[in-house]
């Protein structure tokens, strides 16, 4: 009995989905029961990820000229969020990398201030050096118990986002 799920995510989200998918055969869960947790799993995830360069935003066609030169001209870092319905959305718009690294840890903090049973995942495309810094930093404040990295993101997604790419992923248990 096999069904398609459409994890509505990518990369680190739906990674996790899969070992929980993998879990929940094991314990020997109805294939119903395995969607519905995947459900609520999903509805307690908060993926972002920090766009280092806009050069393969433009080639991929999710922005214009105009915007990749004006976006490189002010050192402009996407911060982009995947919602409800799938579609990447615009979080914030910092300039520099270092404002794009204090989001990540500022909704880091107030995501799981709101829910203390929390697991934060972590990724990159040739950005270790800026994920190690927020990584510290959100273990610095949270605790290292919660904090998982899971190196680097998948050829597809490197060609999308190009270098400099850091996801993370806030998981509420």
Known sequence: DIRVYDSRTISIAQGVLVIKASELIQKGYALEGIIEELDKM???QQTMFIVDTLKYLLIGGRIGHVSAAIGTLLN???IITIGDDGKYHT???VRG???AAAVFIKEAEKMTVQNPAYKVYFTHGDGQEMKNTIKEEIVNRLGSQSVEDWGW???VACVHCGPGF???LIQEE
């Open 76 to 78: 402009i870092k996407p």
């Open 166 to 168: 850091v996801g993370m």
């Open 153 to 155: 993101i998948s050829p």
């Open 91 to 93: 979080f914030a718009k």
């Open 42 to 44: 999903r509805a307690k």
């Open 97 to 99: 990398r270092a404002r």
